[in-house]
């Protein structure tokens, strides 16, 4: 029973780990995508205009305003995505300790058959 137990745990750690996985791909693509948006808007001179989507309106926005609010959420992503990074660690680790405990139990398991079979 303790065995299944902890096979479960695995199961469940490794669902948690694939999804920390894709949230981390996710917030790579969202950098690439926002970086590719600041270096063109850099090309940009300052009296370009610019359009924000406001619901399914555009509205002009300043050129300034429109650097520094992509350079937020390029901030914000770098922080999210370490912030995965570290809890991909941390379940990394949890797994292999959970998988050491298995190849315990199932030695343990195992031990207790052959003694079993001998009587």
Sequence with gaps: KRFQAEVEKLKALHAE?????Q????????????????????????????YKLEGPVLVKQDTAEALQNVGKRIGYIKEEAKRHEAQIKDLEKKREEL?????????????????????
Excluded: H, W
């Design 23 to 50: 949230a981390v791909q996710k917030l790579e693509s969202q950098m690439q995508e926002n970086k590719s948006v600041q270096e063109e808007m850099e090309l940009l001179g300052s009296d370009a205009v610019i």
């Design 17 to 21: 780990l694939s999804k920390s996985v």
């Design 99 to 119: 998988q050491s405990t298995l190849g315990r139990l199932q030695q343990q398991f195992q031990q207790a058959q052959v003694k079993a079979a001998a009587r």
